[in-house]
């Protein structure tokens, strides 16, 4: 019988590894910067291009959602929820705020189990 | 040989236009008729998500769901959100649904995750015949 091998032995989500491939890549990408309506398309693009490719370099069994919004400043404030029906034991999820003087910035990441 | 099949749901495909009435009705549900309100905005946007989630399970398709959503004031300098996905392609399905009204803009994802299927001797399984 053939022996079957899996290309990922490493199991569960690291939540704190996320969060600081994440933060490296806000940083790189809104570091600095003001509120620019006419960038900011491509920045909200980078930021979850950039944090995809570094999670899915981490070679674990999981699909990845990556989930950025970029708000000006305002008194109002910016609200988001968000809720998943999953399983509880392998799937996980982080949230990364960050934010400057003209600026929020919240990304979500979720990491569903791929069942070999 | 005895044939069996598994007892449970076996639907698959994820369908966009049931997910947008599914949060489109939930949408119009809570923030319809309202202002932009401080105090309320938390209780809208777990609602939003809760019952948008609740429907979405409801259709007992084989599938995980997250579902997120973003309100916020309206403003000049309008409101930017970017998602990207490492999946399958051919099983996995988003939808977002995007709402506004005269004082606020609200944005909701859907991203529905194929089970994949693993019969074990744990499934209960009738047979055929």
């Not at chain 1, 989500?13 to 003001?34: M, P, R, S, T, Y």
């Not at chain 2, 997910?19 to 008729?33: F, M, R, T, Y």
């Not at chain 2, 995750?113 to 744990?122: C, D, E, P, R």
Request: with cysteine.
């Amino acid at each position: 019988m053939e022996e079957y091998h899996r290309h990922c032995d490493e199991v569960g989500f690291n939540a704190e590894e996320a969060h600081n491939i994440v933060k490296e890549c806000v940083d790189g990408v809104l570091g600095g910067e003001d509120y620019n309506h006419d960038n900011i398309n491509q920045w909200t693009a980078n930021i979850v291009e950039q944090s995809l490719t570094h999670l899915v370099k981490l070679g674990k069994a999981y699909k990845y959602i990556v989930t950025c919004a970029v708000v000006q400043k305002s008194a109002y404030g910016f609200h988001t929820a968000s809720s998943c029906f999953w399983d509880t034991t392998a799937d996980g999820t982080c949230t990364v705020r960050w934010e400057n003087r003209t600026m929020n910035c919240v990304v979500n990441v979720f990491a569903i189990a791929i069942v070999l | 040989m005895s044939r069996y099949v598994a007892s449970f749901l076996l639907e698959v495909g994820f369908n966009a236009d049931k997910a947008h009435n599914i949060v489109k009705e939930c949408v119009d549900g809570v923030l319809g008729g309202e202002n932009y309100n401080q105090n309320n905005i938390n209780q809208w946007t777990a609602s939003i998500v809760e019952q948008s989630l609740t429907h979405l399970v409801k259709l007992r398709k084989a599938y995980k769901y997250i579902v997120t959503c973003a309100v916020v004031h309206k403003s000049a300098y309008g409101f930017q959100t970017a998602s990207s996905y490492f999946w399958v392609t051919t099983a996995d399905g988003t939808y977002t649904i995007r709402w506004e009204n005269g004082t606020m803009n609200c944005i909701v994802n859907v991203f529905a995750i194929a089970i994949v299927l693993q019969l074990t001797k744990n499934v209960r399984l009738k047979p055929l015949n």
